[in-house]
């Protein structure tokens, strides 16, 4: 066995013997057990330092309570993000999946802080560019650290809402950030909510690759 199914292996086993006692330590959407997690959290940065995981459970349906995997969009971390989910083991309750999938409905606002980002301040353009998939982002007041804005993350979030994580790593080769026109339709933008219907017509005609944000 090689250096990195040792960590795999040995994540999963501190996930195995732990498990129920982070599921009694639930209080509606969050565990007490902060411990825990943050055991988990090295574990995995051990096996790839990008690796992320989060639980997500839909209260109007019946079923287990998911365990995500992600890569925080480093698409060199996606093959690790695989052998993880790849090697779960069977864990009642509990279903593990990598990559956050498409979410329906998308939702029409997501609050970050004291901030209320709203889906439709955001308008999209997308362009194959040599057989490579651009997406240009608009909205007003670009930050110059696009970190330091919430509105960023919102729409990150909504990406992949909208894609998927995985097609978004995958198939989008540039994302860029540019200022919103006052007249957004007399430069062919579209309103980002129309993103997944633009993206699924020409998805297949490019080369997957990784994503750069610039």
């Known amino acids: 066995m090689n250096e990195t199914r040792k960590r795999i292996a040995h994540f999963w086993d501190q996930v195995e013997s732990t498990i129920d006692q982070l599921l009694e330590s639930q209080q509606g959407d969050r565990f007490d057990a902060e411990s ?53 083991p069977i864990v009642s309750g509990v279903t593990f999946k990598a990559f956050n999938a498409r979410y329906d409905p998308v939702p029409t606002e997501i609050a970050l802080g004291d901030e209320l980002c709203e889906l439709k301040d955001f308008w999209f353009a997308l362009r194959p560019v040599r057989n490579r998939l651009h997406l240009e982002v608009y909205l007003r007041d670009v930050p110059d650290v696009l970190d330091m804005d919430p509105r960023v993350e919102a729409v990150m979030i909504y990406l992949d809402a909208l894609l998927g994580e995985y097609e978004l790593m995958t198939r989008v080769w540039k994302l860029d950030w540019l200022e919103l026109p006052e007249i957004p339709l007399d430069y062919g933008l579209q309103p980002l909510a129309d993103l997944r219907s633009a993206f699924d017509s020409i998805k297949h005609d490019v080369m997957p690759v990784g994503i750069r944000i610039h």
Do not use: W
Request: glycine residues 8%; hydrophobic residues 35%; charged residues 30%.
């Open 36 to 88: 825990l997690l943050t055991q988990y959290r090295d574990h995995l940065h051990k096996v790839d330092r990008n690796l992320t995981f989060h639980f997500e459970k839909d209260d109007e349906v019946e079923g287990p309570l998911e365990m995500i995997f992600g890569c925080d969009g480093y698409p060199e971390s996606i093959n690790a993000v695989l052998h993880v989910v790849g090697e779960a």
